[in-house]
């Protein structure tokens, strides 16, 4: 049976505490879940802090596109190992997930790590009241440990859509996949890319019960907003 474990500070963590997962098609038990408890939530915070003060924080953006770029060539690599993971979790059919949900998933990365390191910074000068000029500039600063809450029925488009800009924008990252569907989040995903410079994405999983009490006391105190660069 399969064990679906939470990833933190680069590791494989089980639980105590434990639900099944099943297939929304058939009913098929497809594995164990291992739910976060406030302990697991708050060293992946943790970890993702310790990262950002890292060698992550430290990368130019260069570096990150670089490495974001390696993580959708390992999804587009695994893309079987995903497809499958995928219509287990969510009942899809292969048309539908093989088309939309694993390519798009992979690409975000890609789209998204272009984007940042394409887009233009800001610069204009105004007249001070001495008669002088005054430069105004912009600076792009990662905002630091962003939460992520991911839905059931686009588990690893979704995820992806908000993962992959804050990574590219040099936030760290703690994930929250849906109880309902967290397969593909707990593959294996960015292991081989990401562990090229440990620690900016740090996944816990957690039941519906338990995100109320973990999430919101937990995560939210951090920078829990959308990703900015």
């Given at each position: 049976m399969?064990?679906?474990?939470?990833?933190?500070?680069?590791?494989?963590?089980?639980?105590?505490?434990t639900f099944d997962k099943r297939a929304p098609?058939?009913?098929?038990?497809?594995?164990?879940?291992?739910?976060?408890?406030a302990a697991e939530v708050d060293?992946?915070?943790?970890?993702?802090?310790?990262?950002?003060?890292?060698?992550?924080?430290?990368?130019?953006?260069?570096?990150?596109?670089?490495?974001?770029h390696a993580v959708a060539d390992e999804i587009e690599r695994r893309f079987d190992d995903f497809l499958q993971?995928?219509?287990?979790?969510?009942?899809?059919?292969?048309?539908?997930?093989?088309h939309i949900d694993i390519p798009r998933g992979a690409a975000n990365f890609k789209v998204f790590a272009d984007i940042v390191k394409n887009v233009p910074t800001e610069t204009f000068e105004t007249a001070t009241p001495d008669g002088g000029q005054a430069l105004n500039y912009a600076i792009r600063s990662p905002l630091g440990v962003i939460g992520v809450v991911c839905p059931w029925n686009l588990p690893l488009l979704l995820m992806t859509w908000k993962v992959g800009p804050a990574l590219a924008c040099g936030n760290t990252v703690v994930v929250k996949p849906s109880e309902e569907?967290?397969?593909?989040?707990?593959?294996?995903?960015?292991g081989p890319?990401?562990?090229r410079c440990p620690g900016p994405m740090r996944r816990s999983t957690a039941s519906s019960a338990s995100t109320r009490c973990i999430i919101s006391p937990t995560v939210m105190r951090f920078a829990v907003k959308c990703a900015g660069c």
């Open positions: 399969k064990e679906f474990l939470n990833f933190i500070g680069g590791e494989f963590v089980a639980t105590g505490k098609a058939d009913n098929r038990l497809i594995g164990r879940v291992h739910e976060a408890g060293a992946a915070v943790g970890a993702a802090r310790a990262a950002l003060a890292g060698d992550w924080g430290r990368m130019s953006v260069v570096q990150r596109v670089e490495l974001l993971a995928e219509m287990a979790d969510t009942g899809k059919p292969h048309s539908l997930a093989s569907t967290p397969a593909t989040a707990a593959l294996p995903w960015c890319a990401l562990n």
